[in-house]
């Protein structure tokens, strides 16, 4: 199990937009379409890694506590289906089903958009404002597979609460831990 850090994408960076296959309805959705007043959290997935499947039960719990509080959560697979069948999107339709993703799970083919966020892992978090400028890039909370850290969401909690109560967001944020993307090879 590669250990592969976030890239740490500049804080103010403004989020690339984005037109992507939802594998739960089925159609094409914008970042424009899919952003929120209060914020906005891009997250890098995919269906196989042990570290997803580790905070999968989190991620689940955040976004339907904060969607009420009008931030979205949008999560993007970009791994290499050929190489990694596992993360295909017939199979992503299954696994936001099973883990009762209440947010779209978007398939980025070309891998451009993974590009495009310099997204390094899986998971990998983005947490963006109103104006959807980067406020938050990093870990979830301290918990991985088989470390005994509990699940909390801290890191990202915080960083959310502080956006919807105009608080500061402390800029030391650690790196999100995951898989590697998996990249096709040309």
């Given at each position: 199990?590669?250990?592969?850090?976030?890239?740490?994408?500049?804080?103010?960076?403004?989020?690339?937009?984005?037109?992507?296959?939802?594998?739960?309805?089925?159609?094409?959705?914008?970042?424009?379409?899919?952003?929120?007043t209060?914020?906005?959290?891009?997250?890098?997935?995919?269906?196989?890694?042990p570290?997803?499947?580790?905070?999968?039960?989190?991620?689940?719990?955040?976004?339907?506590?904060?969607?009420?509080?009008?931030?979205?959560?949008?999560?993007?697979?970009?791994?290499?289906?050929?190489?990694?069948?596992?993360?295909?999107?017939?199979?992503?339709?299954?696994?936001?089903?099973?883990?009762?993703?209440?947010?779209?799970?978007?398939?980025?083919?070309?891998?451009?958009?993974?590009?495009?966020?310099?997204?390094?892992?899986?998971?990998?978090?983005?947490?963006?404002?109103?104006?959807?400028?980067?406020?938050?890039?990093?870990?979830?909370?301290?918990s991985?597979?088989?470390?005994?850290?509990?699940?909390?969401?801290?890191?990202?909690?915080?960083?959310?609460?502080?956006?919807?109560?105009?608080?500061?967001?402390?800029?030391?944020?650690?790196?999100?831990?995951g898989?590697?993307?998996?990249?096709?090879?040309?």
């Amino acid at each position: 199990m590669a250990r592969t850090p976030s890239n740490m994408l500049p804080l103010g960076t403004k989020a690339p937009d984005f037109s992507l296959l939802d594998t739960v309805s089925g159609s094409f959705c914008s970042l424009k379409e899919l952003q929120r007043t209060q914020g906005t959290v891009v997250m890098f997935i995919c269906n196989h890694c042990p570290f997803v499947v580790h905070v999968n039960p989190e991620i689940s719990r955040l976004a339907k506590e904060y969607q009420d509080k009008g931030i979205a959560f949008i999560a993007i697979s970009s791994n290499d289906v050929q190489n990694y069948p596992q993360d295909s999107p017939e199979l992503m339709t299954q696994v936001a089903r099973q883990e009762g993703y209440t947010f779209p799970y978007l398939y980025d083919e070309t891998q451009e958009i993974a590009r495009a966020y310099d997204a390094a892992c899986t998971p990998d978090f983005y947490l963006f404002d109103a104006d959807l400028k980067l406020v938050y890039r990093g870990q979830l909370d301290d918990s991985r597979p088989g470390n005994g850290v509990p699940l909390t969401g801290t890191d990202l909690r915080n960083a959310m609460d502080a956006l919807l109560e105009n608080r500061e967001i402390d800029p030391d944020q650690k790196p999100s831990i995951g898989c590697n993307i998996k990249w096709i090879q040309h």
